[in-house]
């Protein structure tokens, strides 16, 4: 990774704090609150959604647990609200639940609430966003033997069930079934307090937690969607922690870039003339100055992509190397497909989100010029969120001709099966098209686990890039956390899905 990453930096000084504008407890400045703006206000707190980066951010490990959990560093599943587990049958695994774990509203936690909480999020009608990224189509069959042990049985031979489950959010059984709900109520460190709609979230510590208490006894979250403004913030003792800082703030003290498990790619519509061509996608790929666009749009806070997955993730394949740079050889591929009678004077919409990421616009617009200067006619659309969505996501619209979308993915999981499921299949909900070789490969390495799992999934990536090339990869990217000097916190791959609350503490200097 980058020499510029120092996620393993901890920023331990003293500082001081002003009152914040937001009102209520955010402008306290005894260290007793700790105090986070995102990027935007959260769309829910439903636990069900919590595989959304903008309800996960504030509910996982914070407000609500899952049986296990994956440690972002070394990729090993820890218990949580389970104990134990071990697979008894090829589609049944076992758990053993915790005992003396409460919810926040007094009731004990048992295996009865596991079970529901799976059956709510998975094989309901709620729609969760957890059932369709982490478990497609397929319910789960639960069962409960007495208060602390549950069997989870899977309609085919599933070797990472437990990964899985660790995006399943434990809620109490009496949680509403018919609807998501508003306020969650969880087994973890924080409870919600108050929710004021477009001005902050407030978190009271939960006295009654199993696991170890966190310093602070408040949080308090509020957005900015001004990265300049979150850093400001910072720099005004206004808040403790901010996400999703501009580059040029990195030279700060006050700043740690760290591996955020997020690519960005264009998708590249292969239904579509001339981008039904495979040498008009591999022209596109080799046209991308990745180096470039690092350098002098990201901030150096990223590295040049050849896949949709990271480092650290199972089944990256770090013998696939980023496409340089081939201008003349790009151009080349396009004559020759234009020869051949392909339309590559058809305009090409490239999509980009507002947004998405510091410098998207100047990125967008820097494709397009790389793509044009191969022979290609292309236009940016810089659209909103719900927008992008629309083209993101299947059904996908029609008669809107050929589109070449700058997306970002973030595989949080730490398992390829997460990212082929959605982006590689041909009927993937977030892919346009593929190969019936290559949705067998993507089926054959899913029921694989160990090395042989590892090396399906690494392989059927080269395959991808060789006999599909849906995708032009750009960059692995970094985020860049704003941390006040009166706290200690240690960003991690995590970080911009989990910031958990109970691993931010307060500084020596800040506890006197």
């Avoid at 750009?474 to 899905?497: C, E, F, Q, V, W």
Wanted: charged share 25%.
């Amino acid at each position: 990774m980058s020499a510029l990453l120092l996620s393993g930096t901890l920023l331990v000084s003293s500082g001081c704090a002003v009152a914040n504008s937001a009102g209520g407890d955010a402008g306290r400045a005894d260290g007793r609150t700790l105090r986070v703006v995102l990027t935007q206000e959260p769309p829910t707190l439903e636990p069900c959604e919590a595989s959304l980066t903008g309800t996960g951010v504030v509910v996982r490990s914070n407000i609500t647990e899952p049986l296990v959990e994956r440690d972002p560093v070394s990729g090993d599943l820890d218990p949580l609200l389970a104990t134990g587990w071990k697979q008894t049958t090829p589609r049944t695994w076992t758990f053993d639940t915790r005992s003396g774990v409460t919810f926040q509203n007094g009731q004990p936690f048992t295996a009865e609430d596991a079970a529901f909480s799976i059956e709510r999020a998975v094989n309901s009608d709620l729609a969760c966003n957890v059932e369709g990224y982490v478990f497609g189509n397929d319910d789960l069959k639960v069962k409960t033997s007495g208060e602390n042990s549950l069997t989870v049985t899977t309609a085919e031979p599933d070797p990472i069930l437990p990964l899985r489950l660790s995006f399943v959010e434990i809620v109490p059984r009496t949680t509403d079934t018919k609807s998501k709900v508003r306020i969650p109520i969880g087994t973890g460190p924080y409870a919600v307090r108050d929710w004021q709609p477009g001005a902050a979230i407030s978190l009271s510590r939960y006295d009654d937690y199993w696991g170890k208490a966190p310093d602070f006894p408040r949080a308090r979250y509020v957005w900015r969607s001004d990265a300049s403004v979150r850093a400001a913030m910072i720099d005004k003792g206004e808040a403790e922690i901010a996400v999703a800082l501009d580059p040029t703030e990195a030279e700060k003290d006050t700043t740690v870039a760290y591996p955020n498990n997020e690519t960005t790619a264009l998708r590249l519509d292969g239904r579509e003339a001339p981008l039904d061509d495979l040498r008009v996608r591999r022209a596109i790929d080799m046209a991308v100055d990745r180096e470039g666009i690092i350098d002098a749009l990201l901030g150096g806070l990223a590295e040049p992509a050849a896949q949709l997955v990271p480092p650290g993730v199972v089944g990256h394949n770090d013998k696939i190397k980023p496409t340089r740079q081939d201008v003349a050889g790009a151009q080349a591929l396009v004559k020759e497909a234009k020869a051949d009678g392909v339309p590559t004077g058809r305009t090409i919409t490239l999509v980009a989100r507002n947004g998405m990421f510091s410098g998207v616009s100047e990125t967008a617009e820097a494709l397009q010029y790389q793509m044009e200067r191969i022979g290609l006619d292309v236009k940016v659309r810089m659209a909103d969120t719900a927008t992008h969505l629309q083209y993101q996501l299947r059904p996908l619209p029609k008669n809107v001709g050929p589109v070449a979308l700058l997306m970002m993915h973030g595989n949080q999981a730490g398992d390829t099966a997460f990212t082929t499921s959605q982006y590689l299949l041909s009927d993937g909900p977030q892919s346009t098209f593929g190969s019936k070789d290559l949705d067998k490969l993507v089926t054959d390495a899913g029921a694989l686990s160990g090395e042989r799992r590892q090396k399906a999934f690494a392989d059927l990536l080269v395959r991808q890039n060789r006999s599909v090339a849906q995708y032009a990869h750009i960059a692995h990217m970094n985020g860049l956390l704003g941390l006040s000097r009166s706290i200690r916190y240690k960003p991690n791959s995590a970080t911009g899905d989990e910031l958990r609350l109970a691993e931010v503490g307060q500084a020596k200097a800040a506890r006197r």
